[in-house]
């Protein structure tokens, strides 16, 4: 049984285009994210929900969309691709926001 | 703000060596600290972490790290390498109070040579 689970796992798409990344957890987790990880590996939190509420929306584009139909799911939806949206998306989910992370395999997104 | 560096990007030690991986933060509060691994194309997983209980932490495939609060350090060890130790390693401090996020380090990429 997977944990946190991720689709689609590689993404590779033109400029311009508008896609989304789907997240659920079975873990029964209140507070779900997603991270954007770098080519050189830096992890940069982007979202945070907490039962379906978004509690942290650090510095993204606005072409960055979360939704969260409830607390089991976060979607991350992307408007108007750029070449600088290249970079691995993890989602991860926790009971609380103090506690223990678990994330999912990653979505390697390609924008060409 | 609470903030998390880790000296050296990128460790490398032999086979049976000792693993040293150096973590310091910075908290206005004690605050819970994490070790993550994160192997080759894979998502990150837990391997330990301190939430104000014991200062020594004994996790997974061998690794242990120690709260020092006078150092506002938590560094990861592991007596003797192993090939498959091979990964990228995040620590990482949670936030305490409501205004405050999880941040995670820069990470350090450790390479065991043969």
């Known amino acids: 049984d997977t944990a946190v689970s991720q689709t689609p796992k590689y993404l590779v798409t033109q400029m311009g285009n508008d896609k989304s990344i789907k997240c659920e957890q079975n873990?029964?987790?209140?507070?779900m994210y997603w991270y954007k990880q770098d080519s050189k590996k830096f992890l940069k939190i982007m979202f945070s929900?907490?039962?379906?509420?978004?509690?942290i929306n650090e510095t993204v584009p606005n072409r960055f969309s979360p939704k969260s139909p409830d607390k089991a799911h976060l979607n991350l939806h992307i408007n108007s691709l750029e070449l600088g949206d290249s970079a691995v998306y993890f989602c991860?989910?926790?009971?609380?926001?103090?506690?223990?992370?678990?994330f999912g395999p990653g979505t390697r997104l390609l924008v060409l | 703000a609470q903030s998390v560096t880790q000296l050296g990007s990128h460790v490398s030690v032999s086979e049976g060596a000792l693993v040293l991986l150096r973590c310091n933060y910075s908290?206005?509060?004690?605050?819970?600290l994490f070790w993550y691994v994160q192997y080759p194309n894979q998502g990150l997983q837990l391997l330990l972490k301190?939430?104000?209980?014991?200062?020594l932490v004994k996790g997974i495939n061998g690794f242990e790290a120690e709260f020092k609060k006078s150092e506002t350090s938590f560094h990861l060890t592991k007596p003797s390498a192993h090939m498959s130790d091979a990964a990228e390693y995040f620590c990482?401090?949670?936030?305490?109070?409501?205004?405050?996020?999880?941040?995670f380090g820069p990470g350090t990429r450790l390479s065991v040579l043969p």
């Open positions: 991860a989910s926790s009971p609380t926001r103090m506690e223990t992370q678990y």
């Open positions: 873990l029964g987790h209140d507070t």
């Open positions: 929900y907490n039962n379906k509420e978004l509690i």
């Open positions: 908290s206005s509060v004690p605050p819970y």
């Open positions: 301190y939430t104000s209980a014991a200062t």
């Open positions: 990482a401090v949670s936030p305490r109070d409501y205004g405050q996020n999880f941040v």
